[in-house]
């Protein structure tokens, strides 16, 4: 029995692991969007020859940054629901009376 619960506590903890590693993975790719994004409104200023021009590329920029700061936002809620939720599994599987992470 108590191999059995070991068993469900580790895999508990690799589907944790798991889900940290693959959020993890999202917000570098995130990262990268933003540093991309970045770099083209660097482009279109250096590229700008008027005043409505430079306004163009940061409206765009703006625009395109508001954006992704919502889709940053339904990320987070997201990411912390598989969090949550595997979590929960985790202590279900060791916390619970009589399981390997209790001290009865």
């Not at 589907?15 to 995130?30: P, V």
């Not at 991309?36 to 590229?47: D, F, P």
């Not at 595997?86 to 009589?98: A, D, F, I, V």
Request: charged share 25%; no cysteine.
């Amino acid at each position: 029995m108590g191999k059995k619960r070991l068993d469900e506590l580790v895999a508990a903890q690799t589907q944790q692991f798991e889900k940290l590693r693959e959020i993890s993975q999202n917000w570098f790719g995130r990262m990268q969007s933003e540093a991309a994004l970045a770099s083209e409104l660097a482009t279109k200023l250096t590229a700008a020859r008027s005043v409505p021009e430079v306004a163009t590329a940061y409206q765009e920029w703006a625009t395109r940054h508001m954006e992704m700061a919502a889709e940053d936002a339904k990320r987070i809620f997201t990411d912390a629901q598989k969090l949550a939720e595997s979590g929960t599994q985790l202590l279900s599987k060791g916390l619970r009376p009589g399981g390997p992470g209790s001290s009865s």
